[in-house]
């Protein structure tokens, strides 16, 4: 089956550093998300993604973010000058015409 | 979207099954009913959806009450892998999720 793969599974960095997590999505999916869980709390929506631009974004994804589908297949999320709270699981999604969203098993990222 | 509401927790004997309601009262007439789970932090599962009539798979199944108003997931015959954070979700096709805290399932020997 089918399935959305991340890298890396986890990630230590520390606070300033910028980092980069990677996304493969469902190949012929044409919708791309990322969400992010910090550890205890509720999955929250960042952002979306269609025809090579940012559909919609969530209060969270400031100027600290940025997402960029550099080739046919990756789908990569920046985050610049990590934070403590930047701390979270970071979840890619993807999703074709039809309407069920799948998700990757998320990459750990943690901000030290 | 719609705002769902699941009970915060709930415990099911292995077996049996297992019943895990949802109530979407403000759903609107194209939005679908998504069920996923997470189990222990990895990405989120689909489970299945619906839109007006009951579906089934090989997971589970969704009956949806005729106003729309509410439905439940079914696990027919609960296992202990099947002990996770179930999450209803109501959205128009094609829009991004939005989660809530979900059910949190137990399933006990």
């Known amino acids: 089956e089918p399935e959305v793969t991340q890298t890396p599974s986890h990630q230590v960095t520390q606070m300033g550093q910028e980092v980069i997590l990677r996304c493969v999505p469902i190949?012929?999916?044409?919708?791309f998300y990322w969400y992010r869980q910090i550890l205890g709390q509720k999955v929250e929506f960042l952002v979306s993604?269609?025809?090579?631009?940012?559909?919609?974004k969530s209060e969270i994804f400031d100027d600290q973010f940025s997402v960029e589908r550099p080739d046919g297949s990756n789908f990569t999320l920046k985050i610049r000058s990590t934070k403590l709270e930047d701390s979270a699981m970071y979840f890619c999604a993807s999703r074709a015409e039809e309407n069920t969203i799948y998700f990757g098993e998320g990459s750990w990222l943690t901000v030290v | 979207d719609a705002k769902t509401t699941q009970p915060p927790s709930m415990d099911c004997a292995e077996g049996r099954a297992a019943n895990l309601p949802c109530n979407h009262s403000?759903?609107?007439?194209?939005?679908?009913v998504y069920w996923y789970r997470q189990i222990h932090s990895q990405g989120p599962q689909y489970i299945i959806h619906g839109l007006k009539n009951n579906e089934t798979n090989e997971m589970a199944s969704l009956i949806i009450t005729e106003d729309r108003k509410s439905s439940t997931l079914i696990l027919p015959h609960a296992t202990l892998r099947d002990t996770a954070v179930y999450y209803c979700i109501a959205a128009f096709t094609g829009n991004q999720f939005y989660f809530g805290t979900g059910t949190s399932l137990t399933v006990i020997p």
């Open positions: 993604f269609y025809n090579n631009e940012i559909s919609e």
């Open positions: 403000t759903i609107s007439g194209n939005e679908y």
């Open positions: 190949s012929n999916h044409l919708y």
